[in-house]
């Protein structure tokens, strides 16, 4: 199964890409992972990508493209993949278009005033964990760590580029027969639950 979770920051790809992941049984691919784990090594790339993810600004399309030719090489991917923040622009859409065939996108649409509680509430652990100070808080005993990125101001800024840019990419997959929208504010087991009727329907199909 090839899927891709789009929304804004904050609508809930992470959370749900992890359990379509592991009902699937096929990788989940965040492009915001792989840059963040870059950072954490301190690789060049990682150097790079800090610089636009501290403002909140899109990396170049070339180097994601890069990191995405080389991560559906890999032998896990054989099964499918599920993209979470790829693709961001029109060019990296087209760039995926030329090696696949998506089978579906999954559009959460959240309201702005949900997306910035989940984003300045969010909490994560080292091993991809989320949770919500608000929300859903973290144990006392659960180490937790915000992002770099999940400050009001970078948040703005996230937002805006992912409005500008969101409008062309639906049209794109609009036409291409394979977009879905989904009402991303709901409650997770809500949301969830929809999204594995989806797609059980197309596995089953
Ligand atoms: P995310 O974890 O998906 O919210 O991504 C965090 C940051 O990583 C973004 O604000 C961008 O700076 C960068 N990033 C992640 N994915 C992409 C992409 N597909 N294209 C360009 N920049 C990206």
Request: glycine share 8%.
């Amino acid at each position: 199964m090839k899927i891709i979770i789009m929304g804004a920051p904050g609508a809930g790809k992470g959370t749900h890409a992890r359990d379509i992941s592991e009902k699937y049984d096929i990788p989940h691919i965040s492009t915001g992972d792989i840059l963040r784990e870059e950072v954490h090594k301190g690789t060049e790339l990682g150097k790079t990508a800090k610089t636009y993810m501290d403002s909140g600004r899109l990396l170049p399309d070339d180097i994601i493209i890069e990191i995405i030719n080389k991560r559906i090489r890999e032998d896990d991917c054989k099964k499918g993949y599920l993209f979470d923040g790829f693709p961001r622009t029109i060019a990296q859409a087209e760039m995926l278009d030329k090696v696949t065939d998506l089978e579906a996108v999954i559009y959460l649409r959240c309201s702005d005033d949900i997306i910035i509680k989940r984003l300045t509430g969010r909490r994560m652990t080292t091993d991809g964990k989320i949770y919500n100070i608000y929300f859903d808080p973290p144990p006392e005993d659960v180490e937790v760590y915000q992002r770099d990125d999940d400050n009001e101001e970078t948040i703005k800024e996230r937002l805006k580029v992912f409005y500008d840019t969101f409008g062309p990419l639906m049209d794109f997959y609009k036409k291409k027969g394979v977009f879905s929208e989904l009402k991303g504010d709901d409650r997770r087991e809500i949301v969830i639950k929809i999204i594995f009727q989806m797609l059980d329907a197309i596995a089953g199909a």
